[in-house]
């Protein structure tokens, strides 16, 4: 049973920081590479930032910058660092796993399990 847990969102005027968590549990959490996703209201869901299993880092050029995304092995938990949060990155955001060399990042059909999502606002 494979299980990720989003947590940290929530409302904040633009300029602001938020930090996302995402616990994983019921696999062994460095058999998938990890990443966050988020979707807007009509618009389709879009690549945030991902972490392979050597801990290269990639971000989507919207956020670069301005977000980091970290992981901490022995708690098996996933974190995205929002600073300078602007409205356009009002979403619902979620974490995800897809397989070791299973693709491009940003690719939202390459990813294999998702938490329930967390929703930031920022107006």
């Known amino acids: 049973h494979v299980q990720l847990v989003e947590s940290g969102g929530g409302s904040v005027r633009p300029g602001g920081s938020l930090r996302l968590s995402c616990q994983a549990s019921g696999y062994t959490y460095k058999t998938y590479c990890m990443g966050w996703f988020r979707q807007a209201p009509g618009k389709e869901r879009e690549g945030v930032a991902d972490v392979d299993n050597d801990g290269k880092t990639s971000y989507a050029d919207s956020v670069k910058g301005r977000f980091t995304i970290s992981q901490d092995d022995a708690k098996n938990t996933l974190y995205l660092q929002m600073n300078d949060l602007k409205p356009e990155d009002t979403a619902m955001y979620y974490c995800?796993?897809?397989?070791?060399?299973?693709?491009?990042?940003?690719?939202?059909?390459?990813?294999?399990?998702w938490g329930q999502g967390t929703q930031v606002t920022v107006s």
């Open positions: 995800a796993t897809r397989p070791l060399n299973g693709g491009v990042w940003y690719a939202a059909s390459e990813y294999r399990h």
